[in-house]
């Protein structure tokens, strides 16, 4: 157990709808991650954030969007949903200090989307 | 940005030792992280280089060359339960905080 909780693990919607995925990280940990894994393919860094503040950004569509909450919790809201945005969604937490130890990100076990 | 490359699939027989590589280009370089993942499952961390050489943990080591911005995962012994998928990833300054970017994951497959 990573100590990172992620909700839902499965959803499933139709083409067009919207839906926000849930994170809370590690006790302690400062910055949350958030990584799309699509079948068979790897993490595609979406977007970072650090004790509350937008960090980082990757090649998260403009249709995604994502806030941390003062309690450090963060949600990935995800808008009109393709066929495409089907994949497995991460979440992963660290202490985010740059220079310190190995920077190891602690994963959740991820939500699944599927978009019919 | 940062990109990685590393083998699709490797297949390896039980006992054995197999050695993933890793190359990256980035602007800028904290240090290179491996982390593991079985299907369906959440990534794990594995090990991490921060400095040029080999870091041993148990039956996996890793490798790296910042000069040849070349890295390498060694599993020894490998027993079934290793065949999982193995990403490289670029740990990077990023406005004072870290961005840690993944290469595409070689699938490990252990044989009999």
């Known amino acids: 157990d990573s100590g990172v909780t992620q909700t839902p693990k499965h959803l499933i919607t139709a083409t067009g709808q919207r839906v926000t995925l849930r994170c809370s990280p590690r006790?302690?940990?400062?910055?949350v991650y958030w990584y799309q894994q699509s079948l068979d393919q790897g993490l595609q860094f979406l977007i970072q954030?650090?004790?509350?503040?937008?960090?980082a950004k990757g090649n998260i569509l403009e249709r995604f969007s994502a806030q941390q909450f003062p309690d450090l919790h963060s949600e990935l809201n995800l808008s009109s949903l393709e066929l495409g945005d089907s994949a497995l969604y991460f979440c992963?937490?660290?202490?985010?200090?740059?220079?310190?130890?190995?920077?190891?990100?602690?994963f959740g076990e991820g939500s699944r989307l599927t978009v019919l | 940005g940062q990109s990685l490359e590393q083998p699709s699939e490797v297949t390896a027989v039980e006992g054995a030792i197999v050695q993933i590589n890793c190359t990256y280009q980035?602007?800028?370089?904290?240090?290179l992280s491996w982390y593991q993942q079985h299907d369906g499952g959440a990534p794990t961390f594995l090990s991490y280089?921060?400095?040029?050489g080999l870091e041993e943990t148990g039956r996996f080591s890793s490798f790296l060359s910042r000069s040849d911005s070349y890295g390498y995962l060694l599993l020894q012994e490998l027993q079934m339960k290793d065949s999982a998928s193995y990403f490289c990833?670029?740990?990077?300054?990023?406005?004072?905080?870290?961005?840690?970017?993944f290469g595409t994951g070689t699938k490990l497959q252990v044989i009999p």
């Open positions: 980035t602007s800028g370089f904290y240090g």
């Open positions: 990833a670029v740990r990077a300054p990023s406005g004072g905080y870290q961005k840690v970017t």
């Open positions: 006790s302690g940990d400062l910055s």
């Open positions: 280089n921060g400095l040029d």
């Open positions: 954030y650090y004790n509350g503040e937008e960090r």
């Open positions: 992963a937490s660290s202490v985010g200090v740059a220079s310190q130890g190995t920077g190891e990100l602690f």
